[in-house]
């Protein structure tokens, strides 16, 4: 099964997308889905809309892990990327893919098994569960530790 993992941003998307099959994950790829700044917000919604699309028609995941948002001290960036949150999960959902949100400290904590684990312990696990050797805190790191989090959910069981 192929899992998406997304860490949602209002102009850097990250994306890692996994394999499960008999218990063993595999990396397939991971990145950052860029948008300008630049252009309109209206505008950047439907680029952003328009990348999910396309990657999810690729890569044909059966399941689709987003990361809900951190409300940290400002407010203008958390409303940008609820509204991107909002653009990747009606997109999703049109193509009928089970969607599993999935907080920043629920990731740590099935990653880890520490709840407020470092970035670089989630890493350090992350290269594990994967056999790879992933350098550098990225989206794309969050988002792959987000499909790893959410492919040991008991739903992940059910669609097999």
Request: aromatic fraction near 4%; charged fraction near 25%; proline fraction near 2%.
């Amino acid at each position: 099964m192929i899992i998406l993992g997304i860490d949602p941003g209002s102009t850097r998307t990250g994306f890692g997308l996994i394999k499960k099959e008999n218990g063993k994950l595999t990396h397939i790829a991971s990145g950052v889905l860029e948008i300008s700044g630049r252009i309109e917000k209206q505008n950047r919604l439907v680029s952003l809309s328009q990348k999910i699309e396309d990657l999810v028609n690729l890569n044909k995941p059966k399941l689709v892990g987003i990361e809900r948002i951190f409300f940290g001290k400002n407010r203008k960036t958390a409303v940008e990327v609820a509204e991107a949150r909002g653009v990747i999960i009606a997109t999703i959902a049109k193509k009928s893919i089970p969607i599993i949100e999935i907080n920043p400290k629920e990731t740590k904590l099935a990653i880890t098994g520490d709840g407020s684990a470092s970035k670089k312990g989630v890493m350090k696990m992350i290269n594990l569960y994967l056999n790879i050797n992933k350098t550098g805190l990225d989206d794309a790191t969050d988002a792959l530790a987000v499909a790893i989090s959410v492919s040991n959910n008991n739903f992940v069981n059910q669609l097999h």
